[in-house]
T-cell receptor, first 117, second 115 residues
Framework: AQSVTQLDSQVPVFEEAPVELRCNYS??????LFWYVQYPNQGLQLLLK??????LVKGINGFEAEFNKSQTSFHLRKPSVHISDTAEYFC???????????????FGQGTTLQVKP | DTGVSQDPRHKITKRGQNVTFRCDPI?????LYWYRQTLGQGPEFLTY????????KSRLLSDRFSAERPKGSFSTLEIQRTEQGDSAMYLC?????????????FGPGTRLTVL
């Protein structure tokens, strides 16, 4: 069964500093990988996704992530954070196989990014 | 395109009452998903529809839960005889689902509080 582990429940960082949010997954097959952001009392918004191809993926709001198959990781990075980046971040995987594939997302527990002035 | 909408946004009910939530997906998206998110956790898959057919249900979806998607458009999620453990955010997502367009677009959620 697939699972996702987000290694940090909370990440405090000062404004304009770089940040990395860590995500590891377990799966015996190839996966699609996603990062979503959730602001308070709102739904989830897609930041970026990895389906295939280049292992470095760029997303919205200056975020990027690198897929590392050997380490089964998909860490999210931003070189300089803003106060407005304060939110909950979720890493997720889905099974890309066709046929009976549901496309359902398996989420990690989330990481709270707290950007301080 | 107005995105995925959910109604109501908040619902407070007493234990034992029935509640129904509605989700309107992005038009022409053939897949619709329901997830449940409890405080401090990531969303958990409940069920999904391919057009009007409900193709998978999670073990989380007890007999008190039922979901429908008549005519492959909007969907409803009903919880009968609510329990305090049902308190959560219920999220709906839709997806066009083809080989390259696998993104799920989420609605704002319905927050259920069972007293």
């Amino acid at each position: 069964a697939q699972s996702v582990t987000q290694l940090d429940s909370q990440v405090p960082v000062f404004e304009e500093a770089p940040v990395e949010l860590r995500c590891n997954y377990s799966s015996s097959v190839s996966v699609y990988l996603f990062w979503y952001v959730q602001y308070p009392n709102q739904g989830l918004q897609l930041l970026l996704k990895y389906l295939s191809g280049s292992t470095l993926v760029k997303g919205i709001n200056g975020f990027e992530a690198e897929f590392n198959k050997s380490q089964t990781s998909f860490h999210l990075r931003k070189p300089s954070v803003h106060i407005s980046d304060t939110a909950e971040y979720f890493c997720a995987v889905s099974d890309p196989r066709t046929g009976s594939n549901t496309g359902k997302l398996i989420f990690g527990q989330g990481t709270t990014l707290q950007v301080k002035p | 395109d107005t995105g995925v909408s959910q109604d109501p946004r908040h619902k407070i009910t007493k234990r034992g009452q029935n509640v129904t939530f509605r989700c309107d997906p992005i038009s022409e998206h053939n897949r619709l998903y329901w997830y449940r998110q409890t405080l401090g956790q990531g969303p958990e898959f409940l069920t999904y529809f391919q057009n009007e057919a409900q193709l998978e249900k999670s073990r989380l979806l007890s007999d008190r839960f039922s979901a429908e998607r008549p005519k492959g458009s909007f969907s409803t999620l009903e919880i009968q005889r609510t329990e305090q453990g049902d308190s959560a955010m219920y999220l709906c997502a839709s997806s066009p689902w083809d080989r390259r367009n696998v993104e799920q677009f989420f609605g704002p959620g319905t927050r259920l509080t069972v007293l």
